[in-house]
């Protein structure tokens, strides 16, 4: 069993949906969780980050964590065909080495 | 603010040949730097880390290595590539072990 678990999609969903994106994990000793967006031939650009279990919120961005359950999403209210692109997760005990999943690939139609 | 460079962005080399690749970070001082290999399906996966200068720690056995011969530059290198080395390599960069990395733009290597 892998240590972070997310499916690799490709998601596809028509311009101003709702996008639920969700990793589920193994190691109870993840404390800090991440989101990062990946368009292509790009790197990784951090999107949100969260310590614990709870909900943050940026912009059109919604991150939650429940620590009990071990499962993580990333909301995304209004999506539009900018947010085309490859969504990695990525957690750990201390951010010193994270361990990502293998991303969910997200298309958007205008 | 912040910015991280790598480089080249492409590169293609035949099998047995070495390799550099540089990655430089401004406008921070003693970064943790680390580089990752990307492979398609397979997630990012942690080759090398660095909180200093001339210490390296390495996470996965391989035909490759790491140098921090400057504060914010750390470069990956091999003495002859092969075909398994083929992959996008990305660079990231944290200011403290508390805080969330970021990464650069990546290389993506082709073996022949």
Known sequence: QKEVEQDPGPLSVPEGAIVSLNCTYSNSAFQYFMWYRQYSRKGPELLMYTYSSGNKEDGRFTAQVDKSSKYISLFIRDSQPSDSATYLCAMSGGFQKLVFGTGTRLLVSP | S???????????????????????????????????????????????????????????????????????????????????????????????????????????????
């Open chain 2, 2 to 112: 912040q910015t991280i460079h790598q480089w080249p962005a492409t590169l293609v080399q035949p099998v047995g040949s070495p390799l550099s690749l540089e990655c430089t970070v401004e406008g921070t001082s003693n970064p943790n730097l680390y580089w990752y290999r990307q492979a398609a399906g397979r997630g990012l996966q942690l080759l090398f880390y660095s909180v200093g200068i001339g210490q390296i720690s390495s996470e996965v056995p391989q035909n490759l290595s790491a140098s921090r011969p400057q504060d914010r530059q750390f470069i990956l290198s091999s003495k002859k590539l092969l075909l398994s080395d083929s992959g996008f390599y990305l660079c990231a960069w944290t200011a403290s072990s508390n805080q969330p990395q970021h990464f650069g733009d990546g290389t993506r290597l082709s073996i022949l």
